[in-house]
């Protein structure tokens, strides 16, 4: 029941934008989004709570279709800083605990 | 204000040993939750405590054992280690509020690598 994310890997050049997804085959509660560098811990970027819900964060939003058990993660103009590996974390409904995605990694060339 | 801790940062153990980590939360934060992460893959959850109590558990086996104490730091106990068990053992941190410590940030320490030979 691990969510699966597409894509698996991303090259982009600095300025361009960027989608991931998130697919659950379970009803979800909620869709967390982590940032992990190589040797680094995992940094919280955004939770998303209610069906439809979108949230921003400066340029990275998020939009989660609890209808459609998906999240997707937008990266807008990217920067060199955005380069590393993104991971959905879901909760569904009547537990406590999150289930990690596949991973997507992103790499932002000059 | 710190942020979570954890120790030690690298460990090195041999078939069948057992090994103890350690966690403290970011402070004002009173639940932890324990991730294993092999290589290439995202965290999987191992078990969460809150009030000194296990309340949520992953698909573990009993080998892996977990403990918090008073001040809200925890442990985690993992007994006869096996090749498979080596990984990045992760401690994230979050503030229970309205009964779903998850619904807030998890904060997460920089774990610790164990390597079993």
């Known amino acids: 029941q691990q969510p699966v994310q597409s894509p698996q890997a991303v090259i982009l050049r600095e300025g361009e934008d960027a989608v991931i997804n998130c697919s659950s085959s379970?009803?979800?509660?909620?869709v967390h989004w982590y940032r992990q560098k190589h040797g680094e811990a995992p940094v919280f970027l955004m939770i998303?709570?209610?069906?439809?819900e979108q949230k921003g964060h400066e340029k990275i939003s998020a939009s989660f279709n609890e209808k459609k058990q998906q999240s997707s993660l937008y990266l807008t103009a990217s920067q060199l800083s955005y380069s590393g590996t993104y991971f959905c974390?879901?909760?569904?409904?009547?537990?406590?605990?999150?289930?990690f995605g596949t991973g997507t990694r992103l790499t932002i060339i000059p | 204000d710190a942020g979570v801790t954890q120790s030690p940062t690298h460990l090195i153990k041999t078939r069948g040993q057992q090994v103890t980590l350690r966690c403290s939360p970011k402070?004002?934060?009173?639940?932890v939750s324990w991730y294993q992460q092999a290589l290439g893959q995202g965290p999987q959850f191992i078990f969460q405590?809150?009030?000194?109590?296990?309340?949520q558990r992953g698909n573990f086996p009993d080998r892996f054992s977990g403990h918090q104490f008073p001040n809200y730091s925890s442990e985690l106990n993992v007994n006869a280690l096996l090749l498979g068990d080596s990984a990045l053992y992760l401690c994230?941190?979050?503030?229970?509020?309205?009964?779903?410590?998850?619904?807030?940030?998890?904060?997460f320490g920089p774990g610790t690598r164990l390597t079993v030979l």
């Open positions: 994230a941190s979050s503030l229970e509020m309205s009964g779903r410590a998850l619904h807030n940030e998890q904060f």
């Open positions: 379970k009803a979800l509660y909620s």
């Open positions: 998303l709570l209610k069906g439809g």
């Open positions: 974390g879901t909760e569904g409904w009547g537990n406590e605990k999150l289930t």
């Open positions: 402070s004002g934060h009173d639940t």
């Open positions: 405590y809150y009030e000194e109590e296990e309340r």
